[in-house]
């Protein structure tokens, strides 16, 4: 089977630099992504890695290591606006099985 | 570019009864997922369809089904309604050609109340 375990709640300060782990167990995949959920809305793509590493991408960054079984959402200079849920979530085949999301606040 | 669209974006039900969800997805897609979002099981995939054939399935009871039009549209079905089945649906739309690597845009959800 497959699983992803993330905390379930994260608290940050206006400004700050927070990150999300994830850590997965799963027979194979062919990438970690990242969404970002705000309360009532769509999840929202925010970043992909297929192979380890950091990818960045303005404000956001996020790691993989398959060795290590273990990825991470970076998010920099944080506003009021990022406090959502956040997704990692493993690709498969053509579909998503996410992690069990983390609710990030951010305080000013 | 339009968006992934779903309707309704609210429906309530009783149990036993049946349901339909529409999805469109973005122009040029042709690959729609299914997901379940329950505050107690989170986000669970239901199925994904590609040029009208089921080409992936998650792990829920056949009471769940779904199609794909020619014009990519999917719709699914849920019969025989049960209390457990309110959630917020959400379609996802991708090119559906690049394996596990394309990204998938989600449209804003069917929020189901079975009463």
């Known amino acids: 089977g497959q699983s992803l375990e993330q905390p379930s709640e994260v608290t940050a300060v206006e400004g700050a630099i927070v990150q999300i782990n994830c850590t997965y167990q799963t027979s194979g995949f062919y990438g970690l992504s990242w969404y970002q959920q705000h309360d009532g809305g769509a999840p929202t793509f925010l970043s992909y890695n297929a192979l380890d590493g950091l990818e960045e991408t303005g404000r956001f960054s996020s790691f993989l290591s398959r060795s290590d079984s273990y990825g991470y959402l970076l998010l920099q200079e944080l506003q009021m606006k990022d406090s959502a849920s956040y997704f990692c979530?493993?690709?498969?085949?053509?579909?998503?099985?996410f992690g069990t999301g983390t609710r990030l606040t951010v305080i000013p | 570019k339009a968006g992934v669209t779903q309707t309704p974006r609210y429906l309530i039900k009783t149990r036993g009864q049946q349901v339909t969800l529409s999805c469109s997805p973005i122009?040029?897609?042709?690959?729609v997922s299914w997901y379940q979002q329950t505050p107690g099981q989170g986000l669970q995939f239901l199925f994904e369809?590609?040029?009208?054939?089921?080409?992936n399935k998650g792990n829920f009871p056949g009471r769940f089904s779904g199609r794909q039009f020619s014009n990519s549209r999917s719709e699914m079905n849920v019969s025989t309604l049960e209390l457990g089945d309110s959630a917020l649906y959400l379609c996802a739309s991708s090119r559906g050609t690049s394996g596990g690597t394309d990204t998938q845009y989600f449209g804003p959800g069917t929020r189901l109340t079975v009463l």
């Open positions: 979530a493993v690709s498969p085949a053509n579909n998503l099985f």
């Open positions: 369809y590609f040029s009208e054939t089921q080409r």
């Open positions: 122009s040029g897609h042709r690959s």
